[in-house]
């Protein structure tokens, strides 16, 4: 069992996700039924690609983080009710690849930042974190909804068969899965493990982290279509919201803030916990106001037993860093 | 040049220089730009918003001293503030033991993550998020999200921008801070106790062989972290009543001050001097950006580069192929 989850990192988010499934099955019986997966999918969506978009940066190691994460799938959010769609931009066909590049972009400046100008990575996306939410204040001061039939509908409901949320969560992973059939990947670990050592191998360091901090980006882009498809409306005011529990996710899901180990699964799965923890609390009927202290709670007795059944020996007299 | 480059970056590895000069520029800067930015009701109002600030970004700066991140802040924040107010005046209590329950709860939660993070090598932001998570929610639970009482009135004397001290023309929170600044300097560089603070962040390991008491200084270290976000909490509840969404600005304000100030986030740089500095310079920009009239979207923005630009004078990393 220990052994089982320390060789695969996100076994514990796994458990606690099938334990809560059960759970969330067992009292609200409807949540099972294949009817409501294309509206729960929806709902998953935005927190599954946000954690997955924070994963490559902190996997990247050095201090990598990207807190501009939050802010960026809002900022994708606000450009295509406020600016694609009232000027002309309708069709999904001319703005996925738009909305995708600026993702991308904004991603990579962050590397740039980080590498090339050697800020710290929090302190450089720090800044395109209040940088990023002063844009979404000023272009969608007023909240606005999506115009009726537009093309995200289809992917916060079904396209032909197929959960539409589903989409947006699975390209990430096969953009992903399709990287770790190359040299990048193993670039991108050891970079994370030991920056010193790869750029002794010879690895382009700087390179590498940008591209990390781009598929970021990229990612939190596709979380903005995924928010866009789900709530159908502009969302400036929720701009720092996500960053938090997209750390929480990737933290969940064993992902190591240090870099060098974990990988997006282990970050997808720490959010679908999160997002079912959320479920549950509604189906039995929680009031509102106890939502955090139980959230807080599950949070910490969650990474304190998935510690405890890792850890063999007592800990290391080593501080957590 | 480059002897002159060579002297500042001597200087400045002992003390705050760039960030003085910075300060002094800024001043000057809203002085010559926006009338009534020297006069003394608006140097006071300044210096009890940096007070607040710079309060809150105390135990921040320890955490990350030591190498870890505390995300807990706003959340005791909100539980100080909305205690005080509930149990002060809707419960009726008498402030000393309202505060000294406050104190005690804070200590005990901050106390917990601190050792848990420690115990069990987890990454502080999540046992921290969760914890902040807790307290706040907490309170609010208690109180059903109703929130009927207000803090005791001599609170909202102690941050008013035209209270006194002693019959100085400072407000009674300054004087505080300036006690707390001093108090944090020597215990920080002149006591075991400091020591220990920066050895632990230096290199943990190292520290342990050195029989310093690692998981006793994270326990102490987010203890007195939550203490302060909470009394900040209380002070607050006086400024501005309490409010459950009152503590999210100084989460990443506060994370900001102690990096325009020079801590850094890996660990065993920096001190509170260099926090108090960076409180000063983010309110000074504050009420600058406010004074030209420009909103709060932009104010993000131009803080955002703005940070960028000061950070670049003395923040950044070495170059990779200069570290092996």
Redesign the interface.
Known sequence: MRELLRSRPFGFALLLSLALLAANVIAEPSFGKPDNWPQELASFAPLAIVAMASTPSILSGG?GIDLSVGPLVIFCNVLLIHKFFPHGLESGWAAVPLILLIGAAVGAINGV?VTK????P???T??????L??????FG?SPRPAPAGNWTTHLGDKVWFFPGALITILVPALVWLVLSRTAYHRQLYAVGGN??TA??AGVD?TATRIVAYALGGLFAAIGGIALTALVQSSQAASS?QYT?IA??GV??GGT??GGGRGGLLGSALGAFAIYLMQTLLSAVNV?P????????????AG??VG??LM?QRP??????? | MSAAAATIGRVQRRAPLLQFVALIALFIYGAASISGFSASTSIRSMLVLASLLGLAALGQTIVMIVGGLDLSIPGFIVAGAILISQLCGTHHWSFVPAFALILVIAAAMGATSGWICHRYRIQPLIVTLGMGALASGGCLAWTGAKLTGAAPAFLSNLTSASGTTFGLAVSPVVVIWAVVAILAGVVLHRTTAGRRLYATGANPRAADLARVNTSRVWTVVFAASAVCSAIVGVLLAGFSGADQTLGDPYLFQGLTAVIVGGTTIMGARGDYTHTVLGALILTELTTILVGHGYDTADQQIIFGVLILIVVAGYGRDRRLRDTI
């Open positions: 201090g930042l100008l050697r800020y710290q929090v302190i450089a720090l800044c395109t974190f209040f940088i939410i002063g844009l979404n204040l000023k001061a920056q010193s750029f002794s360091v720092a938090l750390l929480a933290a969940l190591v803030l009031p106001t106890w939502n955090s202290v139980v959230y807080g709670g599950m949070l910490v990474v304190v510690a405890w850890t800990a290391l007299r080593r501080a957590a860093a």
